[in-house]
């Protein structure tokens, strides 16, 4: 058998599957947001969020308005497609292409830019919190520009506004790039508070319906999930992930699971712990140690 004649089999066995009713092979698909392009605004957002560490042609936007404008322009250019894009995805935008959705697109993307204010107060306090728990820190620079925890907490505040703005899959896709690039794993709809600490963060998964309190701190490995995925679908819109009150602390390895689960003010968690309870104020929670 030729070489070409082998590789035509190749295509007409791909060609048969792609005909075939699939999950892969949805009906009326429409477009979809593109990554390259959204990992790149997503880069020129933190740039906006953080201007004097991540220059744009080794000046910072902040004290150059003229240049701070066409960032702003370009981002609110290429994000509000990808917005209108997005939106096709909800029930409600069926069967509407991204042409028919730009209005909206356009809405939403000047209300998200609005927001970044805020999204850099939050980041100012989260800079604040890391560098005020390790002493291994030299200075905030160091926090800004070799921390993974603080770069994971940036990408998911700055995603969670456009979650709260009901656009799908982008959000996600921001956090999915954040935790391929840090090992953290941050929902964009986990609500976050201020002064929140990160720290190491390799394998660190916070859920969806996440509440967290101001001044907490989390090590590596933790999970703060849900107790049961059983219903799948079912679940959705429900309240599965524990609240974390105000300056807790969380050790490495511990898993704090279930949507009733409140840990109170002022808790410290152990290392290792395995809790589906809520564990009152200003306790301590750990793992004994093996009788023998």
Same mark, same amino acid.
């Given at each position: 058998m030729s070489e070409n004649s082998e590789i035509g089999e190749i295509v007409r066995g791909l060609a048969d599957s792609y005909k075939k009713k699939s999950i892969l092979n949805p009906e009326n698909l429409c477009d979809q947001p593109d990554r390259e392009t959204l990992n790149s605004i997503l880069n020129r957002l933190i740039k906006l969020v953080y201007p004097t560490?991540?220059?744009v042609d080794g000046r910072s936007v902040s004290s150059d308005e003229k240049m701070l404008s066409e960032l702003i322009e370009d981002v609110f250019e290429e994000l509000s497609v990808q917005v209108a894009t997005a939106l096709c995805q909800k029930a409600q935008y069926e069967g509407r292409c991204k042409t028919d959705l730009a209005e909206e697109g356009v809405r939403i993307t000047k209300e998200f830019l609005g927001r970044l204010p805020m999204v850099?107060?939050?980041?100012?306090?989260?800079?604040?919190?890391s560098f005020e728990g390790d002493p291994a820190a030299f200075n905030t620079n160091e926090i800004v520009l070799c921390y993974p925890g603080l770069r994971a907490v940036t990408i998911s505040r700055i995603a969670h506004e456009l979650f709260l703005l009901g656009v799908p899959i982008i959000p996600r896709m921001w956090t999915e790039y954040a935790?391929?690039?840090? #090992?953290?794993? *941050?929902?964009? =709809?986990? @609500?976050?508070?201020?002064?929140?600490?990160?720290d190491h963060g390799t394998g660190i998964v916070i859920g969806e319906t996440t509440v967290i309190g101001e001044y907490v701190k989390?090590?590596?490995?933790?999970?703060?999930?849900?107790?049961?995925?059983?219903?799948?679908?079912?679940?959705?819109?429900?309240?599965?992930?524990?609240?974390?009150?105000?300056?807790?602390?969380?050790?490495? #390895?511990?898993? *704090?699971?279930? =949507?009733? @689960?409140v840990i109170g003010?002022?808790?410290?968690?152990?290392?290792?712990?395995?809790?589906?309870?809520?564990?009152?104020a200003n306790s301590?929670?750990?793992?004994?140690?093996?009788v023998k």
């Open positions: 560490y991540f220059r850099r107060e939050y980041a100012e306090t989260d800079v604040q919190a935790h391929s690039r840090t #090992g953290i794993d *941050i929902h964009p =709809g986990a @609500t976050i508070g201020k002064y929140f600490c990160i989390v090590y590596q490995g933790v999970t703060i999930g849900a107790l049961s995925t059983r219903g799948g679908q079912s679940l959705r819109g429900v309240k599965r992930h524990p609240t974390i009150e105000d300056r807790v602390t969380i050790y490495a #390895g511990a898993s *704090i699971l279930g =949507g009733e @689960t003010h002022d808790a410290v968690i152990g290392s290792n712990a395995f809790i589906t309870e809520s564990v009152e301590r929670v750990s793992m004994k140690n093996p």
